[in-house]
């Protein structure tokens, strides 16, 4: 299994872009089977499916969150991103980066990151 | 949208049997895992496509899904199980999870 460490602002105001990396160990993002996931919690709160990104670029996200969501990968750097536009109160929550297999019938997470709380507030 | 229902709480006596449902429109025809998520901590898969353990988890954990309900069960509960559980799902091409259960070992 991969590991997989957040990082990001930990604090950003309403309307801002909230941009964050998930740093991948313990195998290459190119060659290591495996198809990366963001999911966030609010506190307090259960998990919510962001998205989903393969190498090649296939790409799926929630529909709820779609039009404000973009993932990438920087294979230079074995790191990936997320990008959440407009944000509000609402989007503050724990981050979680989590792979995926290649070989799953769905997608299950079998290694999750830490997390990294993320607030929006004025 | 497709939903999963979970109960918000189960409670269990120590070595005893815990089941934590989670119900959704024809889940059976689906995969469904679980993953156990303890105070602070990031959830752990503990069981994928419908019965199927990782590596390191407990012998205890089970799991199937059958008609419209995939059920976790957790044999001989200990202490240390309490925690909260999520199932999870595929749909239209979406990951859902359920809205999660408390399982308290009392």
């Known amino acids: 299994q991969v590991q997989l460490q957040e990082s990001g602002p930990g604090l950003i105001k309403p309307s801002q872009t909230l941009s964050l990396t998930c740093t991948v160990s313990?195998?290459?993002?190119?060659?290591?089977?495996?198809?990366w996931n963001w999911i966030r919690q609010p506190a307090g709160k259960g998990l919510e499916w962001i998205g989903r990104m393969f190498i090649s670029g296939s790409i799926n996200y929630n529909p709820a969150l779609k039009s404000r969501v973009t993932m990438s990968v920087d294979t230079s750097k074995n790191q990936l991103s997320l990008k959440l536009n407009s944000v509000t109160a609402a989007d503050t929550a724990v981050y979680y980066c989590?792979?995926?297999?290649?070989?799953?019938?769905?997608?299950?997470?079998?290694?999750w990151g830490q997390g990294t709380l993320v607030t929006v507030s004025s | 949208s497709y939903e999963l229902t979970q109960p918000p709480s189960v409670s269990v006596s120590p070595g005893q049997t815990a089941s934590i449902t989670c119900s959704g429109d024809?889940?059976?025809?689906?995969?469904a895992c679980w993953y156990q998520q303890k105070p602070g901590q990031s959830p752990v898969l503990v069981i994928y496509?419908?019965?199927k353990r990782p590596s390191g988890i407990p012998e205890r954990f089970s799991g199937s899904n059958s008609g419209n309900t995939a059920t976790l069960t957790i044999s001989g509960t200990q202490a240390m199980d309490e925690a909260d559980y999520y199932c999870q799902a595929w749909d239209s091409n979406s990951v859902v999870f359920g809205g999660g259960t408390k399982l308290t070992v009392l």
């Open positions: 496509e419908d019965f």
């Open positions: 989590a792979s995926e297999p290649i070989t799953a019938r769905i997608p299950y997470f079998d290694s």
């Open positions: 024809k889940l059976g025809d689906k995969y």
């Open positions: 313990g195998g290459s993002i190119r060659s290591s089977g495996y198809l």
